[in-house]
């Protein structure tokens, strides 16, 4: 199974969560960008519709997958 971490860091003059290299909006407080992180990691395990996916893979090429609406990831948040 994958496992998601959203790391709560500083930047851009506050506070955000970073996942996979991509950050979050700024947050004021380290607080409230766990909180947000800890809603967002939430989410992300919430089971879902399964449904047909196109993606564009790392070469290039178009991809047609179905996407089980129950196959969620393990979520962590890490300060």
Same mark, same amino acid.
């Given at each position: ?5 959203? #790391?709560?860091?500083? #930047?851009?003059?506050?506070? =955000?969560y970073k996942v996979d290299g991509s950050f ?5 407080? #380290?607080?409230? =960008? #766990?909180?947000?992180?800890?809603? =967002? ?16 893979d790392a070469a290039g090429r178009w991809r047609e997958e179905l996407a089980s609406g129950e $196959? ?5 948040? $890490? $300060?």
């Open positions: 199974m994958t496992e998601i971490v959203y #790391h709560v860091v500083e #930047h851009d003059g506050g506070w =955000a979050s909006e700024t947050f004021p407080t #380290h607080e409230a =960008a #766990h909180r947000a992180a800890a809603r =967002a990691a939430a989410e992300q395990r919430q089971p879902g519709e399964t449904t047909g996916i196109v993606y564009e $196959d969620r990831p393990e979520t962590s948040v $890490d $300060d």
